[in-house]
């Protein structure tokens, strides 16, 4: 039989609100299983209820994972004290404990993606893992057949690191440049650092896909989506 629980842990597993508030907000006739309203919080549900809060459906799955469109200016954190963070943007889902993978700069653009499952997490910021990550850059300066090759064979950003070989395409080599790199490493400012180390300077910066899984074209800057079913598994499976 499935696992039965009572509707008002139920929701505070979600990450609806605290235990007091959901029973308050039970009690108020806010919440619904298979369309009738249920006023008791120890009503017992299965995961397979549907079950509604203020008219919206909410999913008793035990991850979540979204595709956020970072914008310039807010910083890829849980909370901060003077900044806005990227959880702020999702503010509307009712989701516990949700991160994001990795950190994009605080004035970096693009592909985040924001889960709650760990494991996946975890896989998918592996340096052993080797996971492509693809960025847009605008560099000051003329990006070069050199700077190709420097990129192809690693350049030290440190000292005593050199990074793993990259794929560099030169869109535009002018006053300001444009280029796609992939990289397969998450050192920090690593495509600034990277840049730096060839004696150039990135004044704009956009991730444009992790893994293979690219920023769908119709999120605008500060918007996401929940990952689709196929998403996600293609991401367990990298
Ligand atoms: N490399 C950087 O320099 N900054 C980012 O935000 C991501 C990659």
Known sequence: MAKQLRLDKYLADIGIGTRSEI???IRKGRVKVNGEVVTKPERKVVPEDEVCFDE??????KYSYYMLHKPSGVVSATRDNLSKTVLDLLE???VKDLFPVGRLDKDTEGFLLITNDGKLAHNLLSPKKHVDKLYFAKVKGKVTR????????????EE???????????QKSDDISEIELTI??????????????????VIYLKRLSMGGLSLDPN?????????TASEIKYLKNL
């Open 184 to 201: 397969q490493e998450g050192k920090f400012h690593q495509v600034k650092r990277m840049f730096h180390a060839v004696g150039k300077e």
């Open 23 to 25: 029973k308050l907000w």
């Open 56 to 61: 919206k459906k909410v999913n008793y799955e």
């Open 219 to 227: 999120l605008a800057p500060g918007e996401y989506r929940p990952l």
């Open 160 to 170: 005593g690191y050199r990074t793993l070989p990259a794929k560099l395409i030169i």
């Open 92 to 94: 509307g889902e009712k």
């Open 146 to 157: 050199e700077d190709q090759l420097a990129f192809l064979e690693g350049v030290m950003i």
